[in-house]
């Protein structure tokens, strides 16, 4: 059994800043792949950032030198650092990792998502 929890989101004005945290934990052998997504009202779920066991990393064009995705691998924990925020930032955000467990066994696991709302 693994969990995840995330953290951090909130409201902040355009050209803010947040950090979103995703924490697993349970029977975790490794995490694989990392990422994060979104949703925002009323629009299909997008892909943001990915970090992979290596630290590659890969972004959506819409955040690319604005988001930082980064992991710390003693912790099972991904991390998102989003800076000059705009309203189009606005949305609820999801980490899904690849998770290796106990059991060798590998699923994806989602967060159950936290809201970013960027508004003055």
């Known amino acids: 059994q693994v969990q995840l929890v995330e953290s951090g989101g909130g409201l902040v004005q355009p050209g803010g800043s947040l950090r979103l945290s995703c924490a697993a934990s349970?029977?975790?052998?490794?995490?694989?792949?990392m990422r994060w997504y979104r949703q925002a009202p009323g629009k299909e779920r997008e892909f943001v950032a990915l970090?992979?066991?290596?630290?590659?990393?890969n972004y959506a064009d819409s955040v690319k030198g604005r988001f930082t995705i980064s992991r710390d691998n003693a912790k099972n924990t991904v991390y998102l650092e989003m800076n000059s925020l705009k309203p189009d930032d606005t949305a609820v955000y999801y980490c899904?990792?690849?998770?290796?467990?106990?059991?060798?066994?590998?699923?994806?696991?989602w967060g159950q998502g936290t809201q970013v709302t960027v508004s003055s």
């Open positions: 899904k990792l690849l998770v290796t467990t106990m059991t060798h066994v590998s699923l994806y696991y």
């Open positions: 349970g029977s975790i052998f490794g995490i694989n792949a």
């Open positions: 970090i992979t066991s290596g630290g590659n990393t």
